[in-house]
């Protein structure tokens, strides 16, 4: 029976951390109007970014109007320009989808002519798998060009790090 217990628990947390750990679509904004020029500064999709965390098999949803506007995914020299000529790759079907396949940084900027020389852009940092599980992430460097600067917060990965170990350390010390 002890040996039944020990794995019955051993699984349990197993199936608990693939739970807390698993990819989410991210709605862009946090609403369906976000993908639009923002009215101020604070408005901006890069506040936005700031205080969201972003991991590796995450995507990044965006709604909007595909007749009027499109977005583009471009390298870090083009978002500082806004140079559209060139992207990385181009959606305009009003409901787009894009996966975070790595850690690092990534650039997004309206297709519609001026908008991004506007504001409308987005750049987000995908967190290394390295600082997947922790609820603190370090001051990051000065960026070289105005983005998302990855402050610390209080999350809920990192709330679900807390009761992880929380519950390691009760489930270990019943045997």
């Not at 039944?4 to 946090?30: D, H, M, N, P, Y």
């Not at 290394?128 to 990051?140: E, L, V, W």
Request: proline share 4%; aromatic share 10%; hydrophobic share 40%.
């Amino acid at each position: 029976m002890d040996i039944f217990s020990r794995r019955l628990t051993s699984s349990f947390l197993f199936f608990l951390f693939l739970s807390f750990t698993e990819a989410k679509e991210i709605l862009v904004g946090g609403k369906t109007d976000a993908w639009k020029i923002p009215s101020s500064e604070s408005d901006s999709l890069n506040r936005w970014a700031e205080k969201s965390r972003f991991r590796i098999g995450d995507s990044l949803v965006w709604k909007y109007d595909g007749g009027k506007d499109s977005v583009l995914q471009v390298t870090k020299e083009a978002y500082a320009g806004c140079n559209t000529s060139n992207s990385i790759a181009e959606y305009k079907d009003g409901n787009t989808k894009v996966k975070l396949d790595r850690s690092g940084p990534f650039y997004f900027i309206s297709g519609a002519k001026g908008h991004c020389e506007q504001g409308q852009k987005l750049h987000v940092v995908v967190l290394s798998q390295k600082h997947r599980y922790t609820g603190i992430s370090p001051a990051p460097s000065p960026a070289e060009i105005e983005g998302p600067a990855i402050a610390p917060t209080s999350s809920a990965a990192g709330l679900k790090a807390g009761f992880l170990v929380t519950l390691g350390v009760v489930v270990l010390g019943l045997f």
